[in-house]
């Protein structure tokens, strides 16, 4: 692997890409432990991180009606809570349950600074190594947290039978925009369990008993990538005040992806970002039509987005030998 002549046109690509952002220690960290947190001067330039925490505020309370306590996290105590913890009970999924959120998700189509979230060059780069060129948003969620009684099961975000491969099919991008600690309800990750390339199963699922597992501790708005078959929860937060949280889910083309955005993107919105951006957008491919009349409509929009990507980035996409490349 350390050869350059064994490597891809893309594969060299994004290996100077993530040495000419400083990335290469969070990479190799990565690699070794499934996850890794990138601190906010890298991680959210130009205030991104607080443009972004100002923004899922407003949302929220746009859509419920009720201003996030901020400071206190009276408006999010508990929530959700009871009801999640019965039903996970009455399915024999153990007491561990829920995250205590709040349904401000999903989110995106709501204000340019969630484009800038998703354009961001170290969240596409980290994604990129995980997961190709040809890599597309699954979900982009706003996640809003507070003080609760319950931690999060551990579980893994890669939605198929085990054995899961060695590469990465999905990866999570999420933004912490307030301080992350345990008490603050950080999320939890069993260190190097993505090398057992398989989900916990019904008895490994319980956070308070895996002895492995560990918390975060990181600044509001530091960056947190990790793998998508890294079993995670979350630990139930102690202390007063919010949470602030905004996963992004990547995923290679091929998989299923949580939201189809395929025939709902603004061609606004298309037009106004740069080249990849309608890759991302799951624009790159013509499956998954709602009327099979419109598919050459579609393929001939995929030509045209994958094209002017494929340029943008030297023809890495389509210069390897190999019909399918791990990182085009």
């Known amino acids: 692997m350390d050869n350059p002549e064994t490597k891809s046109p893309a594969e060299l690509r994004i290996i100077e890409e993530i040495q000419d952002l400083g990335l290469s220690d969070y990479v190799a960290e990565l690699d070794e432990r ?21 923004e899922i505020l407003r949302v929220s309370e746009e859509r419920s009606g009720i201003k996030p306590d901020l400071k206190n996290g009276s408006t999010h105590k508990n929530f959700g ?22 349904n401000d998700s999903p989110i995106g189509f709501e204000g340019q600074v ?46 198929l039978p085990n054995p899961l491969p060695d590469h ?30 398989r989900a916990p ?33 979350a630990y139930n937060r102690t ?20 939201e189809n955005l395929c025939e709902i993107v603004p061609d606004e919105m298309l037009n106004r970002n740069g080249p990849r951006f309608p890759i991302l957008m799951q624009q790159g491919h013509f499956y998954s039509v709602t009327d099979y009349r419109k598919q050459p409509e579609r393929k001939e929009k ?16 389509d210069s390897g030998p190999d019909l399918i ?3 085009s």
């Open 34 to 54: 499934g996850f890794t947190v990138i601190p906010p001067e890298i991680a959210c330039p130009n205030g991104l991180d607080k443009r972004l925490l100002e």
């Open 81 to 102: 809570a009871t009801e999640l913890a019965e039903k996970n009970k009455e399915l024999g999924l153990g007491v561990e349950s829920t995250d205590g959120i709040s």
């Open 114 to 159: 969630f484009e800038d979230a998703l354009m961001n060059p170290v969240l596409l780069a980290m994604s990129t190594y995980l997961l190709g060129y040809q890599c597309v948003l699954s979900s982009m969620t706003a996640f809003v947290k507070g003080p609760n009684k319950v931690n999060l099961d551990l579980h893994c975000d890669t939605l």
């Open 168 to 197: 990465a099919l999905v990866c999570n991008c999420t933004y912490a925009l307030t301080d992350y600690n345990k008490e603050n309800g950080s999320i939890a990750f069993v260190p190097g369990s993505h090398k057992k390339n």
């Open 201 to 233: 199963n019904k008895s490994e699922t319980t956070l308070s008993k895996d002895s492995n597992a560990i918390h975060v501790d990181a600044k509001a708005g530091s960056l947190i990538i990790f793998h998508g078959a890294c079993w995670h929860g």
């Open 239 to 258: 202390a007063k005040g919010l949470r602030v949280t905004m996963p992004v889910l990547m995923a290679r083309t091929y998989m299923r992806t949580e």
């Open 302 to 317: 995929m030509y045209k987005f994958y094209e002017r990507y494929n340029k943008s980035i030297d023809g890495v996409l």
């Open 325 to 327: 490349d791990s990182y």
